[in-house]
């Protein structure tokens, strides 16, 4: 919740790079208040249909429509809460993702990670632990 709301927050960008930009640094401030590594935040707290959502432009939009209703009041949520859950299941409704297209993904990202270090997957040597 406070990552969608820190990336609402943010003003609307059309360079990629900006945008990139501003999702760290919203993942860092949302990391701080939890205690947490960055890469910790963003792998078990913050939803990737919330970075989705900024990316595309329609997360201010979609958390905007805040509104209060009876089942989500029972559920004792607030408004900034129900928001936030209303877009992750329109997300799902959508497009749900499959669990081969998140393992992908975590590939190419890990991939890409390798590629910038320019080291090999396996840098232990044989023999040790």
Same mark, same amino acid.
């Given at each position: 919740?406070?990552?969608?709301?820190?990336?609402?927050?943010?003003?609307?960008?059309?360079?990629?790079?900006?945008?990139?930009?501003?999702?760290?640094?919203?993942?860092?401030?949302?990391?701080?208040?939890?205690?947490?590594?960055?890469?910790?935040?963003?792998?078990?707290?913050?939803?990737? #249909?919330?970075?989705?959502?900024?990316?595309?432009?329609? +997360? /201010?939009? &979609? %958390?905007?429509?805040?509104?209060?209703? @009876?089942? =989500?009041?029972?559920?004792?949520?607030?408004?900034?809460?129900?928001?936030?859950?209303?877009?992750?299941?329109?997300?799902? #409704?959508?497009?749900?993702?499959?669990?081969?297209?998140? +393992? /992908?993904? &975590? %590939?190419?990202?890990?991939?890409?990670? @390798?590629? =910038?270090?320019?080291?090999?997957?396996?840098?232990?040597?044989?023999?040790?632990?």
């Amino acid at each position: 919740m406070r990552a969608a709301f820190a990336l609402a927050a943010c003003e609307p960008v059309t360079a990629l790079a900006k945008a990139r930009k501003n999702v760290v640094r919203a993942i860092e401030e949302v990391s701080r208040r939890l205690g947490n590594t960055p890469s910790i935040c963003r792998r078990c707290y913050v939803h990737p #249909a919330v970075v989705d959502s900024y990316m595309e432009g329609v +997360l /201010r939009q &979609a %958390l905007g429509r805040r509104r209060k209703s @009876a089942d =989500r009041a029972v559920a004792g949520l607030g408004p900034h809460e129900s928001a936030v859950l209303r877009l992750l299941e329109k997300r799902l #409704a959508e497009a749900p993702v499959r669990e081969d297209d998140r +393992l /992908r993904r &975590a %590939l190419k990202a890990s991939l890409a990670v @390798a590629r =910038r270090r320019r080291a090999p997957f396996a840098t232990r040597t044989p023999g040790r632990s």
